[in-house]
């Protein structure tokens, strides 16, 4: 199989969660079976955005304290590792001017872009269902490893 456009092959089975689809691939790489001659497929792709809360200048605030801070620490250990003599008075002023930026960057953000869009939210793509695929030559050899009947022409 072609790793680029959609892999061609005989459907062996279909699921409703990706999970399920999975599982039967292990399955199938627990029979010894060529484990590179199959693809999970999701098929009937829906954008889903999950509205996670309101947003206030608090919010916005804290958030972006949160994530300069990680940032912040980040930089700060990278600095510990390239310098070993520093300590960790520096790690924490990283922290500390990482959250100070990160806060102030996304309160301008919001601020500029509180009229359009006053809410958090986690987007994602979900699928209806999923194919798992084989190439033709083994579509019979992996139904039976999965114990699949064979679908009517």
Request: hydrophobic share 45%.
């Amino acid at each position: 199989m072609s790793l680029q456009g959609i892999p061609r092959g005989d459907t062996i089975a279909s699921f409703e969660s990706y999970p399920e689809a999975q599982r039967a691939v292990d399955k199938l790489a627990a029979a010894e079976f060529p484990v590179k001659k199959v693809s999970i497929i999701g098929n009937g792709l829906t954008s889903v955005e999950r509205i996670t809360g309101k947003l206030s200048y608090g919010r916005a605030a804290a958030n972006g304290a949160m994530s300069g801070a990680w940032l912040g620490l980040f930089f700060g250990l990278l600095l510990i590792l390239i310098n070993p003599q520093s300590d960790l008075v520096f790690v924490g002023a990283a922290v500390l001017i990482g959250a100070g930026f990160g806060m102030c960057f996304t309160m301008f953000n919001y601020g500029i872009n509180r009229k359009r869009r006053d809410f958090s939210s986690v987007a994602q793509i979900v699928a209806s269902s999923y194919s798992v695929i084989v190439e033709p030559e083994l579509a019979n050899k992996a139904r039976h490893e999965l114990g699949v009947e064979q679908p009517p022409l």
